[in-house]
């Protein structure tokens, strides 16, 4: 079966960084996607890899392993405003379609 | 990137009863997904939408329980039957919006059934 690991929940301080992993290991890739969800909102987009190295967005850096099936994200510069669940997600190239792993729940302290 | 309409945003229904959620995206797209979304958990794929042909239902979930239609290429319902309090949960409609774009998801149904 496909399983998309991410640990449960994080605690931060604000002004700090923090990392966030992910492994995978489904029957098929096509690109790895991290989404912010605020709670009580719909997921929003961050960032997307298909290729290894890392990917940088503003204070949000995305790295992606394909072959050790491992990714993160990493949040630079924490803002209160960062608490929030980071899902994972992985295209599996099949109809498009992609799943999730269980979301990481992000705590940031004053 | 797409935008997505979705309705109702939430609903109080009765146990038994089955309620259908929209999702009208103002673009053109070949595939819509359903999602749902479990107090305090992850989303979970229900299925595919493909216009003209049937939806592709993920392991755990069927037809008769979730019936979705696609009628054209910017809408897509789906309706959850004879409901129970376990269907309690947010229920999220998605769209690709292109290579390395994401996926954009509809505001979301919040059912509480009674």
């Known amino acids: 079966g496909q399983n998309i690991d991410q640990p449960t929940e994080m605690t931060a301080t604000e002004g700090a960084i923090v990392q966030i992993n992910c492994t995978y290991q489904t029957s098929g890739f096509n690109g790895l996607f991290w989404y912010q969800q605020h709670a009580g909102e719909a997921p929003t987009f961050l960032s997307y890899n298909v290729l290894d190295g890392l990917e940088e967005k503003g204070r949000f850096s995305s790295f992606l392993s394909r072959s050790k099936g491992y990714s993160y994200l990493l949040l630079k510069e924490l803002q209160m405003k960062d608490s929030a669940s980071y899902l994972c997600?992985?295209?599996?190239?099949?109809?498009?379609?992609?799943?999730f792993g269980k979301g990481t729940r992000l705590h940031i302290l004053p | 990137s797409a935008v997505i309409s979705q309705k109702p945003s939430r609903d109080i229904c009765q146990r038994g009863t089955s309620l259908t959620i929209q999702c009208q995206v103002d673009?053109?797209?070949?595939?819509m997904f359903w999602y749902r979304q479990q107090p305090g958990q992850s989303l979970t794929l229900i299925a595919t939408a493909n216009q003209g042909s049937e939806a592709t239902y993920e392991s755990g979930f069927v037809i008769d329980k979730f019936p979705i239609s696609r009628p054209n290429l910017t809408f897509s319902t789906l309706t959850v039957s004879n409901l129970s309090p376990e269907d309690s949960s947010i229920y999220l409609c998605?769209?690709?919006?292109?290579?390395?774009?994401?996926?954009?998801f509809g505001s979301g149904t919040r059912l509480t059934v009674v």
């Open positions: 673009s053109q797209v070949t595939m």
């Open positions: 997600a992985v295209n599996m190239n099949r109809d498009d379609k992609i799943i």
């Open positions: 998605s769209v690709a919006d292109g290579a390395g774009y994401g996926y954009t």
